[in-house]
């Protein structure tokens, strides 16, 4: 057998060839993609945006597969893709042109989030006040607090320090505080929910 046939592993109902790079992929997209979406869309605040986040952010970790040796370290990875490359979409002069509007010109809704089945009524209300606040900091409240990622784990996503993950989570929270109205707070005595 020869190493080309040996790399050969599937067939699609196309007729196309997947190698064992591909099958690998694959199988890693399908599990996965549904979370990177997500965080794509807590990255940038909009459906579209977060698509091609995604998009961009998985072409470059396809031509990196081969390179990841530690397989564990692929959601790192990947993560570490999308903030990267959501923080070089802002550098672009075009995108500071463009604005992203939830209503299409005809005032149709351009895309239905994806709702939490225990929301109750202020899940929209809270990001809209998470996503005032700067790229770095909303970027360390997803990975903190959406992704659920320690300290050391956002610190290596993010490629600065512990101590600045540190103090970055705590100007972005005090900037929550201050920004959050009144009718969002918790009450007191629910706060150790």
């Given at each position: 057998m020869?190493d080309s046939?040996?790399?050969?592993t599937?067939?699609?109902?196309?007729?196309?060839?997947?190698?064992?790079?591909?099958?690998?992929?694959?199988?890693?997209?399908?599990?996965?993609q549904?979370?990177?979406?997500r965080?794509?869309?807590?990255?940038?605040?909009?459906?579209?945006?977060?698509?091609?986040?995604?998009?961009?952010?998985?072409?470059k970790?396809y031509?990196?597969?081969?390179?990841?040796?530690?397989?564990?370290?692929?959601?790192?990875?990947?993560?570490?893709?999308m903030?990267?490359?959501?923080?070089s979409?802002?550098?672009?002069?075009w995108?500071?042109?463009?604005h992203?509007?939830?209503?299409?010109?005809?005032?149709a809704?351009s895309?239905?989030?994806?709702?939490?089945?225990y929301?109750e009524?202020?899940?929209?209300?809270?990001w809209?006040?998470?996503?005032?606040?700067?790229?770095r900091a909303?970027?360390?409240?997803?990975?903190?607090?959406?992704?659920?990622?320690?300290?050391?784990?956002?610190a290596?996503?993010?490629?600065?320090?512990?101590?600045t993950?540190?103090?970055?989570?705590?100007?972005?929270?005090?900037?929550?505080?201050?920004?959050?109205?009144?009718?969002?707070?918790?009450?007191?005595?629910?706060?150790?929910?």
């Amino acid at each position: 057998m020869t190493d080309s046939a040996a790399a050969v592993t599937a067939q699609s109902r196309t007729g196309t060839v997947m190698t064992d790079r591909d099958a690998d992929f694959t199988a890693y997209l399908e599990a996965r993609q549904g979370r990177l979406l997500r965080t794509a869309y807590l990255l940038t605040g909009d459906q579209h945006q977060a698509e091609d986040l995604l998009q961009t952010s998985l072409a470059k970790l396809y031509l990196a597969w081969d390179r990841i040796r530690d397989r564990g370290s692929i959601d790192g990875y990947a993560r570490r893709i999308m903030v990267n490359e959501n923080n070089s979409a802002w550098r672009k002069p075009w995108k500071r042109r463009e604005h992203a509007t939830d209503f299409a010109a005809e005032g149709a809704p351009s895309g239905t989030p994806v709702r939490d089945q225990y929301d109750e009524g202020v899940c929209d209300a809270v990001w809209q006040i998470v996503q005032t606040l700067p790229r770095r900091a909303r970027a360390v409240v997803v990975l903190r607090y959406y992704e659920q990622l320690s300290e050391a784990e956002t610190a290596e996503v993010l490629g600065v320090s512990v101590g600045t993950v540190k103090s970055q989570t705590s100007r972005a929270m005090a900037a929550l505080r201050e920004r959050t109205p009144a009718t969002l707070r918790p009450r007191e005595g629910e706060e150790e929910r």
